[in-house]
């Protein structure tokens, strides 16, 4: 019979034709119920999402950031979850919105630049990389319920070129869910980020 393992390494190979890093996802192989993967932390977040996102959002808006949350619309809606298919694989256009804060000293509210990243096929799963920058997340998209899917992965840093293994760091270690909330166009909800933020939303469209 087929172990299962409890965790997963996501590896970056570097592809000179593309110019950026792609996720080379060992599955050797992965449990396909996230739930039978996911660390007791991790499960924790992901059920209290709801929580986190409303949370984020009531602290954000005290501190005078209603105008630009509203502009967001479905983004930013809690409740936007469409159902349907995830994201397919190819190139994205992505922005992270950090909401809510941690700290009375830092801001409840920050839209970063658009950057490229890239959804996937790694055979029963999907996986998920940011291509650049200091802060990269990686991980796998499992299958979720017919709202959402369900991320689990670990943040990249620096000048890496190798992921950690989900479940050895607590401080690496992401989770939420990916949600459709229109036409081609997706989010993932990462609750309570083990810095800065109290919810991270990361918008997905195709790049083409």
Known sequence: MTSIRTGFIVACAFLPACGHARPAVALTPVALDWKRVVTAVDMDRIKAWRTAFVKALDDARARGNGAGIAREGALLDPDAALGGPGPAPGAYRCRVIKIGTKSPEMPAYTVYPEFACTVADEGEVMSFAK????????G????????RQIFLGTMML???TRAMEYGRDTTRDMCGAVERIGANR???ILPYPNFESVMDVIELVPQA
């Open 186 to 188: 997706w989010r993932m």
């Open 140 to 147: 796998l998209i499992f299958p979720g319920d017919n709202l």
């Open 158 to 160: 620096g000048d890496e």
């Open 131 to 138: 291509n650049s920058g200091a802060q990269r997340p990686v």
